[in-house]
């Protein structure tokens, strides 16, 4: 079993629509839990940076992390096409280097 | 300022070549990170470098050989690399070398013939 689930897709939305990005993962010493967004052939960006279990919003994202079910999501609203692009789960514990990361969700929003 | 830059941007090599690949940051932060990806496919770790000593190595073949001259910059010395070594190199770093966020370059896109 992978430490870090993630459902490859690919999917697609409308312009307009609620997406919906999950990840699941097995380790219950993850602590800190980030979602990077990659467009082709670019270096990861950072999109959301959550310690813990809770909610957190910036703009049209929000990122939720349930430690009880190993469990967090990423929506984004109002999706732009300028909003296509794989969007990557990563986390790690307390007092480790490592990122352990999803496989990706590779997401494209039609205009 | 969140920024990492890597040089460069593409590399074509050969395999008897020796190259290397460079990172700066100035944001002061204290551990910094080589990753390698292959098409869709996420980031694999291969070093860590923590204070400018490094922490963590992957086992990585040696024909890949890291060094952190200082506190802001991080290279990757390549030498006879297979064509199944052609990838993104991703550099990332963050504040400390745990719990704390990994901000990446924008890589570079290396191809070995």
């Known amino acids: 079993q992978k430490e870090v689930e993630q459902d490859p897709g690919p999917l697609s939305v409308p312009e307009g629509a609620i997406v919906s990005l999950n990840c699941t993962y097995s380790n219950s010493a993850f602590q800190y839990f980030m979602w990077y967004r990659q467009y082709s052939r670019k270096g990861p960006e950072l999109l959301m940076y959550?310690?813990?279990?809770g909610n957190k919003e910036d703009g049209r994202f929000t990122a939720q992390v349930d430690k009880s079910s190993k469990y967090i999501s990423l929506f984004i609203r109002d999706s732009q096409p300028s909003d296509s692009a794989t969007y990557l789960c990563?986390?790690?514990?307390?007092?480790?280097?490592?990122?352990?990361f999803g496989t990706g969700t590779r997401l494209t929003v039609i205009p | 300022d969140t920024e990492v830059t890597q040089t460069p941007k593409h590399l074509v090599m050969g395999m008897t070549n020796k190259k290397s690949l460079k990172c700066e940051q100035h944001m002061g932060h204290r551990a910094m990170y080589w990753y390698k990806q292959k098409a869709k496919k996420p980031p694999e770790l291969m070093f860590v470098y923590s204070y400018e000593k490094l922490s963590i190595n992957e086992s990585v073949p040696s024909r890949f050989s890291p060094e952190c001259p200082n506190s802001s910059l991080l290279n990757l010395h390549l030498h006879a690399l297979q064509p199944e070594d052609s990838a993104l190199y991703l550099c990332?770093?963050?504040?400390?070398?745990?719990?704390?966020?990994?901000?990446f370059g924008p890589g570079t896109r290396l191809t070995v013939l």
């Open positions: 990563a986390m790690s514990g307390t007092g480790a280097n490592n990122l352990f």
């Open positions: 959550t310690y813990s279990s």
């Open positions: 990332a770093s963050s504040q400390e070398p745990s719990g704390t966020t990994q901000y």
